[in-house]
């Protein structure tokens, strides 16, 4: 995987897990590979993975059980909070680049009803 | 240790296979010429001695580089990263260039006494045996004393500057402070007997290098290759540095 | 998190210049350290002080916990920057020297590597390209089961296909709790590799702190900040 290198990477690893799991890619439930493996999967350190892995636990987006491995929460609100997160930061990263191109409020909502209809 | 030694031998192997290929050459000339004409007997024996005496001093040579040019070469630094301890490194290199040097000496007294029998194959006895152990000391020494000189040479920084130059002059002193502090002390003693080396039926070695009759050199000479041994293994652990941009 | 190696007031001179001046910093077991700086700047002196293939003029080294002698030789698995392994050897031969002299020699992994780095094992080891000869230095490194691995300029000279075998190597064959010490100046290859930083500048640490630390904190690549830190220096 192709990384920013100015931004941490556990936060990137994060979020790429975090989008998967939206996207349906990794079901809720779903086991998830040993740090390890998905280390060598996205090209990082352990360290760094097991970083991502243990902020992840703490959000609760993915939990671990002693012996068994990892999963991907069943909590159907935890993930609708994921979803809706993402879509926050696309959102208010997408007005703020059509604002700076020079749009206001209005000619933003009519290009997107246009681009939608189509 | 006999890992490391095993490992001694096989780089001593690699590196100098030719001298014990020679050897046999040389043992096969020599056998040849019982079995030729008078022309072809002597020419054979000529072959022989003079490959001989090359490879002898060949043997020599490769010894002493056992001992100490290791150390001048980049796979030094693989042998210094193992975990073994200094004295154990030097000991297997020691043990080595004895044995060479032993197999140089049988070598050369094995093949005169061919010679001297017209090429028939007869071993050698324990008479001629007598003075080998002596020369092998000898050899073993100036061997220890090289190599303890080029260690404590890149052991200190002013003599570290000229290696070549500093190593030559500290094993000369050494060499040349050893031999006359023997012959001084044994001519005090009145038991000193120059060596002397016949070269009648066989090359024989006799005098002061007689192990079993004269006890001093002996032991001073094993008692001077331990100290060396011993100073080495000290310095090379603690303060032996070798830059390669030097 | 324990420290694996522990550097105070380290100093070293050659002919009178210095080299080395005052060295201090840690490294915690687990972590992958990059030992960077331009050519010139000390870091394989560095290295071959910790190796006791140089001595230092000053200072202590600690490796877990005791003072650097020969035990703790056999816990540090070195990658020279040259070759030094004798001309006469095969690889073969080397797996073999290593699996006698260093009793933590994984034959099994060496047989791994020997295949993912595209290693042939019964060629002479100066018949193959510089870049061939590093990966087998590498190879015969990773191979044992060390507490720290140095490794000087690893990448040097190696392809994009064998960089990316030898970091793939990094990231999943060392154990949790070794660690890497990686002497470079390729700071593109070790962007995603490295835990740690420590840069070195002509005898001085100019900067010693994680990599997510610069990416969170400085808002820059580990190669930006690298260069930023030493066009000041």
Same mark, same amino acid.
């Not at chain 1, 975090?18 to 740090?35: E, F, H, N, P, Y």
């Not at chain 2, 004409?37 to 002597?42: E, K, L, R």
């Not at chain 2, 001093?57 to 042998?79: C, D, I």
């Not at chain 2, 040349?176 to 024989?204: D, E, H, K, W």
């Given at each position: 995987?192709?990384?920013?290198?100015?931004?941490?990477?556990?936060?990137?690893?994060?979020?790429?897990?975090?989008?998967?799991?939206?996207?349906?890619?990794?079901?809720?439930?779903?086991?998830?590979?040993?740090?390890?493996?998905?280390?060598?999967?996205?090209?990082?350190?352990?360290?760094?993975?097991?970083?991502?892995?243990?902020?992840?636990?703490?959000?609760?987006?993915?939990?671990?059980?002693?012996?068994?491995?990892?999963?991907?929460?069943?909590?159907?609100?935890?993930?609708?909070?994921?979803?809706?997160?993402?879509?926050?930061?696309?959102?208010?990263?997408?007005?703020?680049?059509?604002?700076?191109?020079?749009?206001?409020?209005?000619?933003?909502?009519?290009?997107?009803?246009?681009?939608?209809?189509? | 240790?006999? !890992?490391?030694? !095993?490992?001694?031998?096989?780089?001593?192997?690699?590196?100098?296979?030719?001298?014990?290929?020679?050897?046999?050459?040389?043992?096969?000339?020599?056998?040849?010429?019982? @079995?030729?004409?008078?022309?072809?007997?002597?020419?054979?024996?000529?072959?022989?001695?003079?490959?001989?005496?090359?490879?002898?001093?060949?043997?020599?040579?490769?010894?002493?580089?056992?001992?100490?040019?290791?150390?001048?070469? @980049?796979?030094?630094?693989?042998?210094?990263?193992?975990?073994?301890?200094?004295?154990?490194?030097?000991?297997?290199?020691?043990?080595?260039?004895?044995?060479?040097?032993?197999?140089?000496?049988?070598?050369?007294?094995?093949?005169?006494?061919?010679?001297?029998?017209?090429?028939?194959?007869?071993?050698?006895?324990?008479?001629?045996?007598?003075?080998?152990?002596?020369?092998?000391?000898?050899?073993?020494?100036?061997?220890?004393?090289?190599?303890?000189?080029?260690?404590?040479?890149?052991?200190?920084?002013?003599?570290? !500057?000229?290696?070549?130059?500093?190593?030559?002059?500290?094993?000369?002193?050494?060499?040349?402070?050893?031999?006359?502090?023997?012959?001084?002390?044994?001519?005090?003693?009145?038991?000193?007997?120059?060596?002397?080396?016949?070269?009648?039926?066989?090359?024989?070695?006799?005098?002061?290098?007689?192990?079993?009759?004269?006890?001093?050199?002996?032991?001073?000479?094993?008692?001077?290759?331990?100290?060396?041994?011993?100073?080495?293994?000290?310095?090379?652990?603690?303060?032996?540095?070798?830059?390669?941009?030097? | 998190?324990?420290?694996?190696?522990?550097?105070?007031?380290?100093?070293?001179?050659?002919?009178?210049?210095?080299?080395?001046?005052?060295?201090?910093?840690?490294?915690?077991?687990?972590?992958?350290?990059?030992?960077?700086?331009?050519?010139?700047?000390?870091?394989?002196?560095?290295?071959?002080?910790? =190796?006791?293939?140089?001595?230092?003029?000053?200072?202590?080294?600690?490796?877990?916990?005791?003072?650097?002698?020969?035990?703790?030789?056999?816990?540090?698995?070195?990658?020279?920057?040259?070759?030094?392994?004798?001309?006469? =050897?095969?690889?073969?031969?080397?797996?073999?020297?290593?699996?006698? +002299?260093?009793?933590?020699?994984?034959?099994?992994?060496?047989?791994?590597?020997?295949?993912?780095?595209?290693?042939?094992?019964?060629?002479?080891?100066?018949?193959?390209?510089?870049?061939?000869?590093?990966?087998? +230095?590498? =190879?015969?490194?990773?191979?044992?089961?060390?507490?720290?691995?140095?490794?000087?300029?690893?990448?040097?000279?190696?392809?994009? +296909?064998?960089?990316?075998?030898?970091?793939?190597?990094?990231?999943?064959?060392?154990?949790?709790?070794?660690?890497?010490?990686?002497?470079?100046?390729?700071?593109?290859?070790?962007?995603?590799?490295?835990?740690?930083?420590?840069?070195?500048?002509?005898?001085?640490?100019?900067?010693?702190?994680?990599?997510?630390?610069?990416?969170?904190?400085?808002?820059?690549?580990?190669?930006?900040?690298? +260069?930023?830190?030493?066009?000041?220096?």
């Amino acid at each position: 995987m192709n990384f920013n290198p100015t931004i941490p990477i556990y936060l990137q690893i994060m979020d790429q897990i975090k989008r998967d799991i939206v996207t349906g890619i990794l079901a809720k439930g779903d086991r998830i590979d040993s740090v390890r493996s998905l280390s060598e999967k996205f090209g990082v350190n352990l360290n760094t993975m097991q970083r991502a892995c243990s902020e992840l636990e703490r959000q609760q987006v993915i939990h671990t059980q002693r012996g068994v491995g990892s999963f991907v929460t069943e909590d159907v609100d935890t993930i609708a909070g994921l979803k809706e997160e993402m879509t926050k930061v696309m959102i208010s990263e997408f007005i703020k680049g059509m604002k700076s191109l020079g749009y206001n409020d209005q000619e933003i909502l009519e290009i997107i009803r246009k681009a939608v209809e189509l | 240790m006999l !890992k490391k030694l !095993k490992w001694d031998t096989l780089d001593y192997i690699h590196r100098n296979y030719l001298i014990p290929l020679g050897m046999v050459v040389s043992f096969v000339f020599a056998l040849i010429s019982a @079995k030729s004409g008078s022309f072809m007997a002597s020419l054979f024996t000529d072959l022989s001695a003079g490959l001989a005496f090359i490879l002898f001093a060949a043997g020599l040579v490769s010894a002493l580089n056992t001992s100490y040019r290791w150390l001048t070469r @980049k796979s030094h630094l693989l042998e210094l990263a193992t975990p073994l301890p200094a004295w154990m490194i030097l000991l297997s290199k020691i043990v080595l260039a004895a044995v060479v040097n032993l197999a140089a000496c049988l070598f050369i007294l094995q093949l005169s006494v061919i010679w001297g029998n017209s090429g028939r194959l007869i071993l050698l006895n324990i008479q001629n045996l007598k003075g080998v152990p002596g020369m092998v000391l000898l050899l073993l020494m100036i061997d220890c004393t090289v190599m303890f000189a080029y260690i404590v040479t890149m052991s200190f920084k002013r003599l570290r !500057k000229s290696p070549a130059l500093s190593t030559s002059i500290l094993a000369a002193i050494l060499l040349i402070g050893i031999i006359t502090f023997c012959a001084l002390y044994m001519s005090a003693r009145g038991t000193l007997i120059l060596p002397s080396i016949s070269t009648q039926n066989v090359l024989s070695v006799s005098g002061s290098l007689l192990v079993f009759s004269i006890v001093f050199p002996t032991l001073f000479a094993l008692a001077t290759i331990l100290l060396e041994l011993l100073g080495s293994s000290i310095l090379l652990g603690k303060s032996f540095e070798k830059d390669e941009t030097y | 998190m324990s420290n694996i190696l522990t550097v105070k007031g380290l100093s070293k001179r050659f002919f009178g210049s210095p080299v080395l001046e005052d060295l201090e910093f840690s490294i915690e077991s687990g972590r992958v350290v990059g030992l960077m700086g331009p050519n010139g700047a000390g870091k394989t002196t560095l290295i071959k002080i910790l =190796m006791q293939l140089y001595r230092p003029d000053r200072g202590e080294i600690t490796v877990s916990g005791k003072p650097a002698g020969i035990a703790s030789k056999g816990l540090l698995s070195y990658m020279p920057d040259t070759n030094f392994l004798p001309s006469w =050897m095969r690889v073969r031969d080397a797996i073999h020297y290593y699996s006698d +002299l260093f009793v933590d020699f994984d034959a099994e992994r060496s047989r791994e590597l020997c295949e993912s780095l595209h290693l042939a094992r019964d060629k002479k080891v100066t018949s193959l390209s510089k870049g061939t000869i590093k990966r087998v +230095l590498v =190879m015969l490194a990773l191979s044992r089961r060390a507490a720290l691995y140095l490794l000087d300029e690893p990448f040097a000279g190696i392809d994009p +296909l064998g960089t990316e075998q030898v970091i793939k190597t990094l990231l999943t064959g060392v154990r949790e709790d070794s660690s890497v010490l990686i002497a470079t100046h390729q700071v593109k290859n070790i962007e995603t590799v490295v835990d740690d930083l420590l840069f070195l500048n002509f005898g001085h640490i100019l900067l010693c702190d994680s990599a997510e630390n610069i990416r969170e904190f400085r808002g820059q690549s580990v190669e930006a900040c690298y +260069l930023e830190v030493f066009s000041h220096a």
